[in-house]
């Protein structure tokens, strides 16, 4: 990587120091009634550890925030705040809200760094669950599950734990070594991490899972597929590839592990990014930073643009050009018959008034995603809707159609923000550790129970 590219991939908004932040926290008014929990979907306990943290309290601080968040490291950088806990912040309306989200990432670096949490587990006697996958979901249920008293392991496919923290969102939002941090946080409470354990493959199975001795199994697998522009001609051409497909290969290039030339865009080029979540901003920003110029083509207008305020203004700054009510039509190749394969050239563009063509070099799309199919294909009895999503119940809270086995996050709940599958994943460990506890009083009282 060239030194201009380094710098490139920097974090963009840098943390608090020690001072800066109880600085800030002394500003917050402790109010009666903090709307700013209300806006947390999690539910943090916002005023208590802020008010901590302005006494200079950091250990009491990430004390409090354990009660309620496994990856605060995570939430204080990703999190749309400025929608959330934020947004609600009663001097928000004088524009001069708390920062809670760098008040938050403060606390939880500091209690890394200086290594201040001593938590008092309870025995890993209560149960054993297993947890596929190691996204924020899985993350979640397994620190919850582990301060419950449950031992756990989580089955995670790649090489490294992290899910879409790890792979999908790029550093300059996220670094990895603060996701690296957080894990090692959860892992510290007990939790067990299997890698390059793919289930649904070689042998690897819910079934297989059971037969270890697990009283449950969460799948926590994400949305893993991104869609595809179906009818759309010239979507195949070389050069249409996906928007997760550039993260994932910027991410292993800023780590060192994949060179410069794999990653699929050279400066110069000219990007179009489909979409308007927040996938859409990484991928352009990201390509901008490449040295791509960027223009991001949305269908809707830009109120209904999902993607967090914040990083749609930070796009705009940095260049990224946009394009609202506009629909990519065609994608047109070069018409190279010396060529392996016809590249793309020009892409045909229908707005709200007319029609054009204009020339492309790489279209990035951002679409939304999909649940893989493994799993379940590989498992009976757990049924899914007609996109694929996994059917859960209420009672025990994320259970889906086959006894024993929970889901959350993503691949029940459509893609959502870090956050919101956090909160969910809250909700189903709470109903694993009833269905479990049910199981084994029922077993204490010799009624036989399978997992069938």
């Known amino acids: 990587m060239n030194n201009d590219e380094t710098n490139n991939f920097q974090v963009v908004h840098h943390a608090f120091s020690p001072l800066e932040a109880i600085t800030e926290a002394k500003r917050c008014l402790h109010c009666r009634v903090p709307l700013c929990v209300k806006g947390c979907p999690i539910g943090n306990h916002i005023p208590d550890f802020i008010h901590e943290l302005s006494k200079g309290n950091i250990g009491s601080a990430m004390s409090i925030i354990n009660e309620t968040s496994n990856l605060p490291a995570i939430c204080g950088r990703v999190c749309p705040h400025e929608k959330q806990c934020q947004g609600h912040c009663v001097m928000n309306k004088k524009g001069k809200p708390i920062q809670i989200g760098r008040l938050e990432a403060f606390i939880a670096d500091f209690d890394t760094d200086m290594n201040l949490t001593r938590e008092l587990l309870p025995q890993k006697t209560r149960g054993k669950v297993a947890v596929i996958g190691s996204g924020p979901a899985g993350l979640t249920v397994a620190g919850d599950l582990a301060r419950k008293g449950f ?107 994949m060179s410069r030339d794999m990653v699929p865009l050279k400066a110069g080029e000219k990007v179009g990014v489909i979409g308007g979540g927040n996938v859409a901003m990484d991928a352009a920003r990201t390509a901008i930073r490449l040295g791509a110029d960027v223009t991001v083509i949305y269908r809707k207008t830009q109120e209904e643009m999902p993607a967090i305020e914040s990083e749609y203004n930070d796009a705009v700054k940095e260049g990224v050009k946009f394009v609202w009510q506009t629909n990519a039509i065609e994608f047109i190749g070069d018409g190279n018959p010396d060529k392996k394969e016809e590249r793309l050239k020009e892409v045909r563009l229908q707005g709200p008034d007319s029609e054009h063509v204009e020339p492309f070099d790489r279209i990035f799309l951002a679409i939304g995603s999909r649940p893989a199919s493994r799993i379940v294909s590989t498992t009976n ?19 889906t159609t086959r006894p024993g086995v929970f889901a959350g996050g993503d691949v029940v709940h459509r893609p959502q923000t870090v956050v919101l599958a956090m909160k969910a994943a809250q909700q189903v460990a709470e109903g694993i550790a009833q269905y479990v506890d049910a199981i ?8 036989k129970v399978e997992n069938s």
């Open 381 to 399: 009895g757990i049924d899914v809707d007609d996109k694929g999503y996994v059917i859960v119940k209420d009672r025990p809270c994320g259970m």
């Open 151 to 257: 031992m756990v392991t989580i089955y995670e496919g790649q090489e490294e734990p992290g899910g879409v923290l790890m792979y999908g969102i790029p550093e300059y939002r996220l670094p990895k070594d603060v996701v690296r941090k957080e894990i090692a946080k959860i892992q510290a409470l007990g939790v067990d991490f299997k890698l390059n354990c793919l289930i649904g493959r070689n042998g690897m199975t819910v079934d297989s899972i059971f037969a270890d001795g697990y009283d449950a199994i969460f799948m926590g697998t994400g949305t893993a597929l991104p869609q595809e522009l179906k009818g759309v001609p010239g979507s195949k051409l070389r050069g249409v590839s996906q928007s997760s497909y550039l993260l994932h290969n910027v991410n292993a290039y800023n780590e060192g592990a």
């Open 440 to 447: 084994k009083l029922l077993q204490d009282i010799g009624m």
